[in-house]
């Protein structure tokens, strides 16, 4: 895509600007004076370069003077028209000691507008002597705000000067990757990015209210994609983050898209925004437990109030950092506090934050949660407050008030670490918990499928023991009924022996006495049948004829029948016995 810079005028002042500066008045006297302070730059004796040397490069090698570059800024900041200042229209200053006539004597500045001009063209024609030898006089220039027709060409300025610092402090590869160039600027808009489309979306709702931005595809838009994309493509690891098109616009209301595109370079990298703008933001945690820190110690009252309402430092303090307060205030405080960021470091964005908490303490202290957030974050609250000028002054007074010492941004940031080393072991360690838990619970859940499988198995037995208890009693009653049987068998037998050996003791006394044929016997019985007795007169006895065996030399005998029986029925009555123990077991 092809870049709109010849669109945009080439001045440090934004499009916006150069459409008022040609609706103002009295044109010829403003031409005039622009023209009598080119003379003066001209015969000033302490520029080192002439205001018609080329203008210098963007981005000089580290560790050269930026000299020629501060007397060309001076020369460019004296063809620019002038911007509209607190309180009216102001006239451009003239930067030297000498007057337009040449005459040698000195010329004193007319109005404010123009001695505060006529200041910062001293400043950009001695910017290398006013960085390192009057750094006091440089911050106290910033702090009353930088004018509009120069602060462009001084950004780039504070930025590479800040660039020479951080590439002359640092070592090995890092201090390389400080001093690289990248890649032209045309070839990075010529190449694809993955984010086309997002940016897309997103530029639509970056100040839409600003009428360098408001037309939608317009010159500003374009030029706002084409910045976005190529750092995109030129920081793949960054990529694209939501935030950065309000800081690449308010660079941009200041200074053409290229030098906006290494403006932003220098922002990401040399004053350490680059890790706010991650994927993972794995800066933004570390500044707001700072800011949070400094808040408490600062403004413990207005920090407890906070936490009774719930109210965290990561609610509101987010997109300050994310955009440099681009969203929260007017962009005239917007810009005046960019002036002291570029020329210190990202201390002053901590130091703008606690002057925002303790400018409105009171006012806070009054408010519920809904009432902090609104007030904080919202158009209404802090954008509000700051549109007068008065305000504005208040808000840099404040801001100037609070100090911030860099030593103890670093021990928070080590406190920061140690915190997450141990809230990363905490978590190592949940995390092996959870492990173990999720193994446990496994294991559980086998253990509780085999619990289920032998309670079904349980009950299966319990059925059968229950069927074998039955079975055994009845076999217990059976071995009772056999036992009674086999009692009334040995008794039947035992009384049947005695009566059985009277009768054959009766037979061996007769035998005594003498013998007695059967024929005897027979006679005896056949008498008797003879004499007509009836078989109802004889004796009788209640025992049944059975075979019977002749019994050892004692003359006793036994029936084999009632014995057989005996001791079939005890012979069953064990088998019983038997099968109850092996039931039992």
């Known amino acids: 895509m092809s870049t709109v810079t010849e669109q945009l005028p080439r001045d440090p002042r934004t499009h916006v600007e150069a459409v008022q500066a040609s609706e103002d008045g009295d044109e010829s006297m403003l031409l005039a004076k622009l023209e009598a302070l080119n003379r003066a730059l001209a015969s000033d004796e302490k520029a080192v370069v002439h205001v018609d040397n080329d203008e210098p490069s963007d981005a000089p090698e580290a560790g050269t003077s930026t000299s020629s570059s501060a007397a060309a800024a001076a020369s460019t900041a004296a063809a620019a028209a002038p911007s509209r200042q607190e309180g009216g229209e102001a006239g451009a200053g003239q930067d030297g000691d000498r007057d337009s006539t040449g005459s040698g004597e000195a010329s004193e500045p007319s109005s404010p507008g123009q001695n505060i001009l006529w200041q910062w063209g001293e400043v950009l024609s001695n910017w290398d002597t006013f960085y390192r030898r009057k750094y006091r006089k440089l911050w106290e220039l910033s702090v009353q705000g930088v004018p509009d027709a120069v602060r462009g060409k001084v950004w780039e300025l504070m930025a590479q000067s800040k660039r020479q610092a951080v590439a002359t402090t640092m070592m090995g590869f890092v201090a390389a990757k400080n001093t690289d160039q990248p890649a032209p600027y045309e070839e990075l808009l010529q190449a694809d990015s993955p984010h086309e489309k997002l940016i897309r979306r997103d530029i639509a709702r970056t100040f839409p209210s600003h009428e360098l931005f408001a037309e939608r595809e317009g010159l500003g838009q374009e030029v706002l994609y084409n910045v976005i994309k190529a750092y995109s493509v030129y920081d793949p690891e960054v990529g694209y983050c939501q935030g950065s098109p309000f800081i690449v616009g308010l660079l941009l209301m200041h200074m053409p898209e290229e030098e906006a595109f290494h403006l932003l370079i220098s922002l990401m990298r040399d004053y350490n925004l680059r890790g706010l703008f991650r994927p993972s933001m794995a800066d933004l945690p570390l500044r707001l437990y700072q800011l949070n820190c400094l808040f408490e110690a600062t403004y413990p009252k207005l920090h407890a109030h906070f936490d009774q309402l719930g109210v965290s430092t990561s609610m509101f303090a987010s997109q300050w950092f994310l955009t440099l307060f681009a969203t929260t205030l007017p962009l005239s405080a917007v810009f005046r506090i960019l002036d002291l960021f570029l020329l210190e470091d990202l201390t002053l964005?901590?130091?703008a934050g606690l002057a925002l908490l303790g400018d409105n303490h009171d006012y806070l202290l009054r408010q519920n949660m809904e009432g902090v957030l609104l007030f904080l974050t919202k158009r209404g609250g802090l954008y509000d407050r700051y549109t007068s000028e008065e305000k504005?002054?208040?808000?840099?007074?404040?801001?100037?008030?609070?100090?911030?010492?860099?030593?103890?941004?670093?021990k928070l940031e080590r406190d920061y670490q140690t915190v997450k080393a141990?809230?990363?072991?905490e978590e190592s360690e949940l995390s092996r918990l959870r492990a173990e838990c999720a193994e446990l619970k496994e294991r559980n859940r086998v253990l509780?499928?085999?619990?289920?499988?032998?309670?079904?198995?349980?009950?299966?037995?319990?059925?059968?023991l229950l069927s074998t208890s039955v079975r055994l009693h009845k076999r217990e009653e059976e071995m009772y009924d056999l036992k009674q049987s086999v009692a009334d068998l040995q008794n039947s037998s035992i009384a049947w022996s005695e009566s059985t050996s009277v009768e054959v003791d009766g037979g061996n006394e007769g035998e005594a006495t003498g013998d007695v044929s059967a024929e005897d016997l027979c006679d005896d019985f056949g008498g008797a049948e003879d004499s007509g007795d009836s078989e109802s007169d004889l004796p009788t006895t209640t025992s049944t004829p059975v075979r019977t065996t002749p019994l050892p030399s004692d003359g006793g005998l036994q029936s084999a029948t009632y014995g057989s029986d005996a001791l079939d029925a005890s012979i069953a009555a064990e088998a019983v016995a038997a099968e109850v123990d092996e039931s039992h077991h």
């Open 349 to 351: 964005l901590f130091r």
């Open 392 to 410: 504005e002054a208040g808000l840099l007074d404040a801001i100037v008030e609070v100090k911030v010492a860099p030593k103890r941004l670093l």
């Open 422 to 425: 141990a809230q990363a072991a």
């Open 448 to 464: 509780e499928s085999q619990v289920e499988r032998l309670e079904a198995e349980t009950g299966v037995l319990a059925e059968k």
